[in-house]
C-alpha cells in the first residue's frame, strides 16, 4: 500500500495537479486524493500546500521526492528485467544430464532460438542428477531413473537398446549377436553404483542366471571405452552411447529385451516458469 502511496504522491508532485496525476496513473481522481491523504496522516506530516487546484510541494514533501523517484526508477527497472526474464532475453538455466547422447539436440535448438539465455550442463550418473534437481542446484533433469514424485514432472525423451560393446579382437566380436550366457567366461566393465547402465546389466544377467567370471568397475563413459579399447573386458551400452570408433565392435543381445529409458525431469512448481516451461516445449517425447 504504500508503494502505491508514493507513487501518486510523485506523480502529483511531477503533474502538479491531482487530476493529471489520476489521469497519468489511470486511476480516479478519488483514488489519488485518499492515497495522499492516507500517507500524510499516516506520518503525521503535510507533503503538499494546497493552492486552488495545484499542488504545491511543501518543506517535507520536497525531501521526500528524491528518494521516491529513485523508487520509481527502481520499479521501472524492476518491472524491465522481469520482462526480459519472461520474454526470455537473459537468464541462466541449469542442465543436468546422464549423457549428451538424449539432451543435446535441444539444448542446441533452444540455444539459437533464445541466444541471451546463459546455458549450463551437467554431466552426472542418473541419481546424482535428480538429487541436483531436489537441492534447487539445476532447473532440468535428464535421468535413467523412472522415479514416481508427486512433486516432479516427467516425461519419457528416449528408449534405446542396450548392445553389447567389444574390441574387435575379442573372441565374441566375430558374432552378430550373443546371449547373456556367452558372456560368462569374459570380464565384464560396469560403470559406478548409482548408473542405470549397470542396474540394468546386473538386473539382466541374474535374470538370465549368468554369474560372470570377473567385473571391473570403470566410473565413467569415457573410462569404459578405454578400457574397451585396451581390451580389458566388454560391457553393456545403450546404442546411442556407444562411441564410432573402428576398433569397437557393437553386438545385440539375443533372446533379452534390455532397454534404457531416459527421462526429463523438472520440479512440478517450476514448470509453469518460461525459462523452463519453453526448454519443456522443445524437448522430444517417447513412447
Partial sequence: MLVAELKS???V?????VTKAAAQLGVSQPTVTGQLRQLESRYGVELFHRQGRGMRLSDAGHSLMPMVEKLVQQETEIDFRLRDASDLREGNLRIGATGPFYIMDTVRRYNQRY??????V????SQSMLQALHD??????TSSFLMDDKHLYRRMIAADPIRVVTHRDHPLARRSQVRLADLADHAVLLREPGSMTRQLTEDALAAAGVTVRRTLEIGSRESI????LCDLGISLIPSREIPSHPDLAALDIEGADIVMNEYLYCLRERQPVQLIARFLEMAPAAG
Avoid at 122 to 125: E, L, R
Fill in 225 to 228: 571405452r578405454q578400457a574397451i
Fill in 122 to 125: 551437467t554431466i552426472g550418473n
Fill in 115 to 120: 541466444p541471451g539465455i546463459d546455458l549450463t
Fill in 136 to 141: 534447487y542446484r539445476i532447473e532440468i533433469a
Fill in 9 to 11: 504522491f510523485y506523480a
Fill in 13 to 17: 508532485a511531477r503533474c502538479g495537479t
